[in-house]
């Protein structure tokens, strides 16, 4: 199955089990990437968010005009922070951006329950290394692209430029199948495999 892939001036196709990387020097021109991605081509998808709660993600999509009836949201903050949280088909919570199993079940879970065309979104790969630590995050990314492939879903996943030294950089970008580079001035460049 192949998915429509649409970032900026690239327009192409990928096949399912497409995993891509996100390397941005701020979270400012990321959101309008994200729901680029999401909004295209799909089934269901799911937002796996460790930077914001759920309700700041539902705010992101209907902002961007993303259609929320094919959206679950996975909020690994909420819980860490005390705030209150309510549970429902849409919306699920881990203890915190560390708890990698739980996020990986969650994700595997997500992609059990949805035929079709299926996508994932984690914000950030960053957020999780500040919580756990990186090599932790390398491992459970590898965990997450296979659980990607193994369902014919795509992912995109974002990685801070201006937090990791570039061999780290480098280090993930070896895991995926094709990187999209954001710069200062919110222009991407898309580099497939």
Do not use: C, W
Request: charged fraction near 30%; aromatic fraction near 6%; avoid cysteine.
């Amino acid at each position: 199955m192949d998915y429509a892939l649409e970032i900026d001036d690239t327009e192409t196709t990928v096949p399912g089990g497409t995993a891509l990387l996100l390397l941005h020097p701020s979270i400012g021109e990321t959101d309008r990437i994200d729901t680029n991605f999401l909004r295209r081509d799909t089934d269901s998808f799911l937002v796996v968010s460790t930077r914001t709660t759920a309700r700041e993600v539902e705010q992101k999509l209907e902002h961007y005009e993303v259609d929320e009836s094919d959206a679950e949201i996975l909020d690994t903050i909420s819980v860490d922070r005390g705030y209150s949280r309510r549970g429902s088909d849409h919306l699920h919570y881990v203890s915190a951006p560390d708890d990698l199993d739980g996020v990986v079940s969650n994700v595997d879970a997500f992609l059990a329950r949805h035929d079709g065309k299926r996508r994932v979104s984690v914000d950030s790969l960053t957020e999780m290394a500040y919580y756990a630590d990186v090599d932790t995050v390398h491992d459970a990314t590898g965990e997450l692209l296979n659980v990607l492939a193994d369902n014919d879903a795509v992912g995109l996943f974002h990685l801070s430029k201006e937090v990791h030294d570039e061999a780290t950089l480098d280090r993930f970008r070896e895991l995926f199948d094709g990187v999209i580079d954001l710069t200062d001035d919110g222009e991407a460049t898309v580099t497939l495999s």
